[in-house]
């Protein structure tokens, strides 16, 4: 491992302390999050996150990481059919954030978690690879913690 890297072991202590949420809650949002970017962040910047953070790859591609539905409703029947390649995207975001506030965790705490995983990453690294990968998938950027 590089001193450039942060194992993704590592990444969920540090979410974990500044979120306070338990290692199990904080590993659930991190593979919804990286199976978000596996399937539909340029591939060049899920690769360039993967490799920063060992482990993550392997996270982003377990069954765990899998598309979420959303609840349903108008709007993410809308928004999974919108044209464009961000209506999947968004709908698949949305789903993970319903499953995640069935746990307790809602939008607010979701996206303080993954800005301080983003900043943990950046700060070890000396590079926003979380932040790439995330400006990459249209219209999700916001929800899951980047600019």
């Not at 949002?29 to 399937?39: K, M, W, Y």
């Not at 999974?80 to 954030?97: D, F, Q, T, Y």
């Not at 993954?114 to 926003?128: N, P």
Request: net charge positive; charged share 25%.
């Amino acid at each position: 491992m590089s001193e450039t890297q942060l194992p993704i072991a590592g990444l969920i202590k540090i979410a974990c302390i500044r979120s306070g949420l338990d290692a199990d809650t904080v590993t659930r949002i991190l593979t919804f999050a990286l199976g978000l970017v596996d399937r539909h962040a340029a591939p060049e910047a899920a690769r360039r996150l993967y490799d920063a953070v060992p482990g993550s790859e392997a996270l982003a591609r377990s069954p765990a990481a899998g598309p979420q539905k959303s609840g349903g409703g108008l709007f993410s029947g809308i928004m999974r059919g919108a044209a464009g390649l961000s209506g999947p995207a968004i709908s698949e975001a949305m789903g993970a954030a319903d499953a995640l506030k069935k746990d307790g965790v809602d939008r607010d705490t979701l996206s303080r978690t993954l800005k301080a995983t983003r900043r943990a990453v950046e700060f070890k690294t000396g590079h926003d690879f979380v932040g790439d990968a995330l400006k990459t998938i249209p219209g999700v950027g916001k929800l899951m913690g980047a600019d």
